[in-house]
């Protein structure tokens, strides 16, 4: 069974665009988490989705979004980028409320 | 939300020593789990424990729910061990998980 996987994996941005990134869950898998993970502040959860509704929101600003489609797959969304949303964008899934499955990841650098 | 604490921050041990990194969450959980992280970034699964023992390999992981801790065991360390090691945690309807900080671990040969 394929992994997660995540798109694109490498991701230069200017300050003030905005950028989108994909995750494919696990098939089967109906839930996708995501994370964030920076030096100062380690890996943080930004949001779930489950069934294309939002289950889960960490905190941060509304510039961060995302959404569900009916395949599962998801997408998360950052607007108006700040040089500190550089990081490594994690992307997990899981079947329901169980162990969770992270993606290669997508590194963006904002610049 | 919970609170999720690793010890020590940082480890550096011969090729072949064994090592005890350990976890600390502030609640109850429904979900815990250890992670490798390789030097490419991905989050590699070594256990989902949530309670008891488990043991895959040279490593083995037991979390004892009741006194809220978990730890991660690995014997025999070899350097491709190397890296750091994730606890997470969720205690919640969903799968928020909250991260500690890690333990950065070199093995040396």
């Known amino acids: 069974k394929a992994g997660v996987t995540q798109t694109p994996r490498y991701l230069i941005k200017t300050r003030g665009q905005q950028v989108t990134l994909s995750c494919s869950p696990i098939s089967g898998h109906r839930s996708v988490s995501w994370y964030q993970q920076t030096p100062g502040q380690g890996l943080q959860f930004l949001f779930e989705?489950?069934?294309?509704?939002?289950?889960n929101k960490g905190n941060f600003p509304g510039r961060f979004s995302g959404r569900q489609f009916s395949n599962s797959r998801s997408e998360m969304n950052v607007s108006t980028l700040e040089l500190g949303d550089s990081a490594l964008y994690l992307c997990a899934s899981s079947l329901g409320q169980a162990e969770q499955y992270f993606g290669p990841g997508t590194r963006l650098t904002v610049t | 939300g919970i609170q999720v604490e690793q010890s020590p921050p940082d480890l550096i041990l011969q090729e072949g020593a064994n090592s005890t990194l350990r976890c600390n969450f502030s609640d109850s959980v429904n979900n815990l789990q250890w992670f490798h992280q390789n030097p490419w970034g991905q989050l590699i699964n070594l256990f989902y424990i949530p309670s008891g023992t488990k043991q895959n390999g040279r490593l083995s992981a037991t979390t004892v729910a009741t006194e809220r801790y978990s730890l991660l065991y690995i014997s025999s360390s070899q350097t491709t061990d190397s890296g750091v090691y994730f606890c997470?945690?969720?205690?919640?309807?969903?799968?928020?998980?909250?991260f500690g900080g890690g333990t950065r671990l070199m093995v040396k040969p």
């Open positions: 989705y489950f069934s294309e509704t939002q289950r």
């Open positions: 997470a945690a969720s205690n919640n309807a969903g799968n928020m998980l909250t």
